[in-house]
Structures are given as C-alpha cells and as structure tokens.
C-alpha cells in the first residue's frame, strides 16, 4: 500500500503480512511511518487509492477478506463507513496518549462500547470489565475517574478497555513513551501477561527493546515508509545486516 | 414624596415584569435548541448540512434583532399570511433565532475543541458517529459551553426589553410610561429597572454557576464550593 500527506509519501509501496497470533514489533526512526501503519489499520486513515486496487494493490486484507477496501460489482473500491464498522470490529488500539474518555469513570471506560457496540447486558459488560481490571492490577480503581490515575494506571485502563472488546489484533502505539520511566514496567508487565496468556494478534511500536525482545516473533526495522530489515528478535538484535539498523539501534540502546 | 409615589406604583411592575421573565426564559429555551441543532450542523463534514445552517446562522447575526421583531410581527403575517395569535410570541421567535444563531458558534467551538483523540479512541472501540457525538463528545463540550451560553442568556435578558418595539409591555417600557406621569420621578423608576434586571442576571449567573460546577464534577474535575455562595440545589431551582 501507498500512504501520502499531500505531496508527502509516507508509505511507499509497502506491503508485509502478519499470522494469526503473532507478535510483530515495528522500529524505525522518527517519521519513519510506524504510526501511520497503525492507523491504517485502524481506519483511522485511508490508503491513498490507486486505479486498479485489485491489481496495483494498495488494500489492506483481513482474515482473506479486503478491509480498507469492499467488494462493490466485482470490483474493490474504498470501503464505506458501514462496512468498515463490520470489519474493525477485530482490531482493537493502545493510544500513546491514552484517550481515556474523561467524562466517564474508569469501570465505564470499559464497559460503554461493551455495552452500545457489543450488545452486551450491563451485568455482562461490568463483569468483563472488573476480571480484565484485575489483570491490569486495577481493581481498586473503578470508581475513580481518569483524571485522578497516573498516566501508568490510564494506560493500563486504556489496555482493558480495548481487551473488553475481544479483538483478535491488539495495536500498541508507543504505549510507554508519555510515562514517568518509573511507571513503564507496570504497563509492560501487563502486557507481556497479554502476550504469555492469549493468542491475540500484536502489532507494537516501541522503544522498549528489552520488551520487544522478550515478547515479540519478529522485529520490523522501517525507515522513510519501507522496511530496511525484518527478523527474529535475536538475530535483529544481535547482529542487524542493514547500516541503518546498525545505527539505529546503537541510538536506542545508547538512551 | 417621589419615593412614595414609586413604592406606591411597584405593583404595576407585576405584570410586565413577567412578560420581561416569560420573553426571556422561553426565547432562551427556543435558542438552546437552535443552537445546539445549527452547532451541530454547522460543524458537519458534510456541505450539504453545512452550507444551509450557516446561511442561516450568518442572516441572523448579519440582520438588526429590531428589524426582525418589526419582521415577525408585522411583515410576516402580510407577507406569508401566519399571524400570531400574540405578539409575544413573534418576539418570543425573532430574539429565539437570534440568539440561536449566536449561540450556535459556541456549541460548534466547544464540540471542535474536544481533543481529536478522543474521536480516534472512539472510532477505535467502532462507536457510530451518532454514539461518539452522544457518548463521548458532548457530554465533554457541555462544561466549556456554560459560561459562554451564560453571557449570552444574560445579554437575552436585556435584549428582551426590544419587545417593547413591537408593542410588548415589558418592564422597561413601564418605567417610562410611569415615570412620565406627574408626582413620578423618572430616574428612579429606571433606578427600579436596573435593579430587577441586576437581580434577574445574578439569578441566570448563579443557576449557570452551579450548571458548570455540576457539569465539571462529572468530567471528575474537583469543583469545590465557593464560601458563601448560594447552595447550587437552590441556585439551579431558582433559575429554573
Ligand atoms: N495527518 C498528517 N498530515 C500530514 N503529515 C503527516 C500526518 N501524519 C503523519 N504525517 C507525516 O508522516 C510521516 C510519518 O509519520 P508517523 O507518525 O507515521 O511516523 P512515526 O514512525 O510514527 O514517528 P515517531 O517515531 O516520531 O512516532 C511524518 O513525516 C509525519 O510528519
Ligand atoms: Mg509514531
């Protein structure tokens, strides 16, 4: 797929594909394209169209099933806002910022979509809300309202929330970059017991190599929209073939 | 004594001191719900529900409110043939979408100032953008519209004294009619006035207060009570 701002081409020709239950880490510079990738797949941007998406490419596909794109007539054109609320029903984001929703408390962060887009009973959702809180070690926390949380205990809240809604791909966006460092482990912690306990899907950005290490299958070096180097953790890690791998983990590490 | 005479003539102000009230509370009902149906609209992505809100909010913000009452009283029954069975309630409309399509601009800046973040949160967790307008959105904008939709239901109150243009007798209009009759004395009879229309305003303040503190309380925002300051219950109840 090609991803453009305006003149900016953000994604150039980029094309990879993730299995069922694998956890995939994507670094890379800044500006290289790693949000953006997300969001994508997010919906929360579109691909830049080309003519023929059939043959040219440029969708993103799901379980075999065209995504950012529906079948209308045989052909593939960009899917509208229908169809795209049946398909991203399977993907679930971790926001960087968090975005827990304000004006509601941490116990109906979690159950609001549970309850208006999932169709489930109140009984249900909060059910749901209150085990997936005390995986996040929350417990004590579902009365408060976001503003009284520390950004750790918002992240975390913000993890459960998108759990609640059983996604079969998790999408992590630099989920500890706005956290005092003393609040990082907490986050990842619970993230790793994510990983070590269910089979969900994992796209992350990070710059948490250890993390990354530990939990991902494969590591995806991008740099200007394209992917430099991809691997197993350790083999990325301990002896990266690219230059600019080379150099771009010797910043990281160095920090 | 001129004092005596207007203590004596304070019960006259009864009557159009509800029409001041009256005039006031229901155009304000008429411009809450205008401004939020043309706020909404005028901050849709959609031209086609764009466009027409903001003709409509930029004829009544571009147009004197005097010549609209003049228009709803008098043209509008020659032209198109709908006479109100009441004068009251032709002003009751013309300083409604007046303050409508004021009032408008501050649902749209408040709905535009909820972080983007939230939208993209919402979309995430694939609410519908009726749910994330009603769930999610508005329930943020609300707080950051009261002070504004305050100052302007208080410039409502005193616009509502332009009634009397049309034949309305409000409180405004009887301080003159009595201040122009021998023993009265005309500066105190305005004197009457500011004081009920200070006392009214602080009624629209107080009750907006307690609006807002309420309002920031469920964004889990702490509004401490301010000493002295009337108990929010009655504040509210006081306003209606
Ligand atoms: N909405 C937008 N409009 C214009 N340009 C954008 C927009 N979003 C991203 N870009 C540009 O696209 C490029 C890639 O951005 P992206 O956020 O995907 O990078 P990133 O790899 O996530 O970087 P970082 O590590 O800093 O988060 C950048 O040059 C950025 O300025
Ligand atoms: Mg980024």
Redesign the interface.
């Known amino acids: 797929m090609d991803k453009s701002f305006g003149a900016l081409k953000v994604l150039d020709e980029l094309s990879f594909r993730v299995d069922p239950g694998e956890r995939v880490t994507l670094i890379g510079p800044s500006g290289s394209g790693k949000t953006t990738i997300l969001r994508l797949l ?3 941007e579109k691909v830049t169209p080309k003519a023929d998406p059939e043959r040219d490419g440029g969708v993103v596909w799901v379980e075999g099933q065209p995504y950012s794109h529906m079948e209308k007539r045989g052909r593939l054109v960009p899917a509208n ?1 229908r169809w795209l ?1 049946r398909r ?2 399977s ?3 971790v ?1 960087q ?1 968090f ?5 509601m ?1 941490v116990l109906r962060n979690v159950t ?2 549970q309850v ?2 999932a169709g489930r009973s109140k009984e249900e959702a909060e059910a749901k809300a209150r085990d997936l809180l005390e995986l996040v070690g929350l417990s004590d926390k579902t009365d ?5 949380l520390s950004g750790g205990q918002q992240q975390r809240v ?1 993890i459960a ?2 759990l609640a ?1 059983d996604p079969d791909i998790l999408l992590l966006d630099e989920v500890t970059s706005a956290l005092d460092p003393e609040l990082v482990a907490d986050v990842l912690a619970v993230l790793r017991d994510i990983a070590d306990t269910t089979s969900i899907t994992m796209l992350c950005v990070t710059h948490e190599m250890g993390f990354a290490r530990d939990v991902s299958d494969r590591v995806m070096m991008f740099d200007s929209g394209r992917i430099v180097e991809q691997g197993p953790p350790e083999a990325m890690f301990s002896e990266p073939q690219e230059a600019r791998t080379q150099d771009f983990l010797r910043a990281v590490l160095a920090e | 004594m001129d004092l005596h005479a207007v203590i004596e003539s304070l019960p006259r102000y009864g009557e159009p001191l509800l029409v001041t009230i009256g005039v006031t509370v229901a155009s304000a009902a008429l411009a809450l719900v205008l401004a939020f149906a043309l706020g909404l609209m005028t901050g849709s992505r959609h031209l086609a529900v764009r466009t027409p809100a903001r003709v409509f909010v930029e004829f009544f913000r571009g147009t004197s409110v005097v010549v609209q009452l003049f228009w709803f009283a008098f043209a509008m029954p020659v032209v198109l043939g709908i006479q109100f069975d009441y004068l009251i309630v032709a002003g009751v409309i013309a300083l409604g979408l007046n303050y409508g399509a004021y009032s408008s601009e501050v649902v749209r800046g408040a709905i535009a100032a909820v972080p983007q973040g939230q939208l993209e949160a919402s979309t995430a967790l694939n609410l519908t953008p009726f749910q994330r307008m009603r769930l999610v959105v508005l329930p943020q904008a609300w707080p950051e519209m009261i002070p504004s939709l305050c100052a302007f239901a208080i410039m409502l109150l005193k616009a509502s004294a332009l009634v009397s243009v049309i034949g309305i007798l409000d409180i405004t209009w009887l301080a003159g009619l009595i201040g122009k009759q021998p023993g009265q004395d005309r500066l105190l009879h305005y004197g009457v006035v500011l004081v009920i229309y200070f006392v009214l305003a602080w009624l629209i303040w107080t009750g907006m207060r307690a609006l807002e503190r309420r309002a920031k309380r469920g964004l889990g925002v702490d509004a401490k009570p301010v000493k002295g300051r009337l108990d929010p219950a009655v504040a509210a109840g006081g306003v209606g």
């Open positions: 997010m919906t929360l806002e609320r991203r029903s993907v679930g984001m926001f910022q975005n827990l929703f304000p004006n408390r609001e979509a208006h887009v408060a309202y976001p503003s009284h913000a929330r998108a809604m």
